[in-house]
């Protein structure tokens, strides 16, 4: 558990740099605009890009640390034994659906890479983004189904 421990924070540190470039470039953007009467070509672009990044990013440290939303009304009253049992279960479908993502995530990045997709202003190529997606996406699958097949304590924080 320990390397994927260091590859989520990797991650999610990755992920916090890469909204602080954004929030320097969106006020310099804003500020030339404004004061300047020049703005930053192709901005709101690479902020969509780098969002989207960001969040495929940040995935894998939520995961780790268990901070999706837990639903407990119905399993208020459950036995501890029942709720890790659907913790469990609710963290393999999770690893389930992340691997399904990040198949289709990593198929999309090909089509891109076919195609030669690219962003319109700054003709930014699309493959990249996907390219970035895929190994986040992996990594909270693997989290996911370490975290459902382990024979810890619940997965509630």
């Known amino acids: 558990m320990r390397i994927l421990d260091v590859l989520a924070r990797a991650c999610a540190v990755l992920a916090g740099c ?3 470039l954004i929030t320097l470039m969106t006020c310099a ?3 030339g ?3 300047l009467g020049a703005t930053l070509a192709g901005d709101f672009e ?4 780098a969002t989207g990044l960001a969040v495929a990013l940040f995935m894998p440290w939520c995961q780790l640390r268990r901070g999706n939303i837990l639903v407990d009304f119905f399993t208020a009253k459950a ?3 029942t709720t890790a049992w659907l ?3 609710g963290a393999l479908l999770l690893a389930a659906f992340m691997a399904l993502l990040a198949w289709r995530t990593a198929l999309g ?3 891109a890479w076919e195609n030669q997709s690219s962003s319109m202003l700054l003709g930014f190529p699309d493959w990249l983004v996907y390219a ?3 190994p986040p996406l992996v990594l909270t699958a693997v989290i996911a189904l370490y975290q459902s097949i382990s024979s810890g304590e619940s997965a509630r924080p």
């Open 132 to 134: 970035g997606m895929v």
């Open 18 to 20: 890469l909204l602080t």
């Open 79 to 81: 036995s501890a034994r």
């Open 33 to 35: 605009r404004n004061f």
């Open 87 to 89: 913790d469990r279960s």
């Open 109 to 111: 990045g090909a089509n």
């Open 29 to 31: 953007s804003v500020l």
């Open 46 to 49: 690479l902020t969509g890009v």
